[in-house]
T-cell receptor, first 115, second 114 residues
Framework: DAGVIQSPRHEVTEMGQEVTLRCKPI?????LFWYRQTMMRGLELLIY????????DSGMPEDRFSAKMPNASFSTLKIQPSEPRDSAVYFC?????????????FGQGTRLTVV | KNQVEQSPQSLIILEGKNCTLQ??????????LRWYKQDTGRGPVSLTI?????NTKSNGRYTATLDADTKQSSLHITASQLSDSASYIC?????????????FGKGTTLSVSS
C-alpha cells in the first residue's frame, strides 16, 4: 500500500482565494483525521471521520473551514476564503480501528502558504 | 479539557549520549499513549504504543514508560545518533462511543550534534 496520500504537497495562494486539500486514506481504514501543524501550536486536530461520517469537528477554527468525505477513499479540506493566518502544514491521517492499539498513519502533509 | 504537555520544548545533546523526554497528560477516557517521531518535512511516524496496563515498551534504542496513576510518560533514547534529530511527539488516544481521536502534545525538538 502506498500509505496515506495527500495533494498537493505545497500550495501557495493569495489571500481570499479558495484552497482545497485532498487526502486518500489507506485502503480499508475506517477513520480519517485532518490535522494542522504550526510552530506555535503544534499539531491540532481539526476534524475526524469514522466510516465517512464526521464525528467531531470542534477543532475546525472557523466557518471558512469545511471538510467532506464523500466515500471511503477520499476526503477534502476546503478553506474559503483563505487568510494569511491559515498558513501551516495540514496533515491527513487514517487508521483501522481494531481495538485499543489501532495505529494511525500520516500522510506527508500539504504545506499551505497564504500571501 | 484534554491536554498533553511535553518537556523540554527543545534539547541539544552530543552524539552517543542518552536523553529522556517527558509527557504529562490529562485525557479522558484514556485508550493508549503513543510516541511519534517527526523528521523535518515529513509526517509523524509511530515509535511505540502503550495501553493502560503497560509500563514500558521498547523499540530498538527507544524505550517508553507509562505511569497511568500519575498520568506521565517518558521516552528514553539510548546512545543517540545524528539521525535521531527530530521532533518527538507524545500522543494520547481517547476512545468513546463516537470513535477514536488523538490528542497531540506540541513535541520536543531534539538536536543531536557530533
Amino acid at each position: 500500500d502506498a500509505g496515506v496520500i495527500q495533494s498537493p504537497r505545497h500550495e501557495v495562494t493569495e489571500m481570499g482565494q479558495e484552497v482545497t486539500l485532498r487526502c486518500k486514506p489507506i485502503s480499508g481504514h475506517n477513520s480519517l483525521f485532518w490535522y494542522r501543524q504550526t510552530m506555535m501550536r503544534g499539531l491540532e486536530l481539526l476534524i475526524y471521520f469514522n466510516n465517512n461520517v464526521p464525528i467531531d469537528d470542534s477543532g475546525m477554527p472557523e466557518d471558512r473551514f469545511s471538510a467532506k468525505m464523500p466515500n471511503a477513499s477520499f476526503s477534502t479540506l476546503k478553506i474559503q476564503p483563505s487568510e494569511p493566518r491559515d498558513s501551516a502544514v495540514y496533515f491527513c491521517a487514517s487508521n483501522q480501528e481494531t481495538g485499543t492499539l489501532s495505529e494511525a498513519f500520516f500522510g506527508q502533509g500539504t504545506r499551505l502558504t497564504v500571501v | 479539557k484534554n491536554q498533553v504537555e511535553q518537556s523540554p520544548q527543545s534539547l541539544i545533546i552530543l552524539e552517543g549520549k542518552n536523553c529522556t523526554l517527558q509527557c504529562n497528560y490529562t485525557v479522558s477516557p484514556f485508550s493508549n499513549l503513543r510516541w511519534y517521531k517527526q523528521d523535518t518535512g515529513r509526517g509523524p511516524v509511530s515509535l511505540t504504543i502503550m495501553t493502560f496496563s503497560e509500563n514500558t515498551k521498547s523499540n530498538g534504542r527507544y524505550t517508553a514508560t507509562l505511569d497511568a496513576d500519575t498520568k506521565q510518560s517518558s521516552l528514553h533514547i539510548t546512545a543517540s545518533q545524528l539521525s535521531d534529530s527530530a521532533s518527538y511527539i507524545c500522543v494520547v488516544s481517547i476512545k468513546n462511543q463516537a470513535g477514536t481521536a488523538l490528542i497531540f502534545g506540541k513535541g520536543t525538538t531534539l538536536s543531536v550534534s557530533s
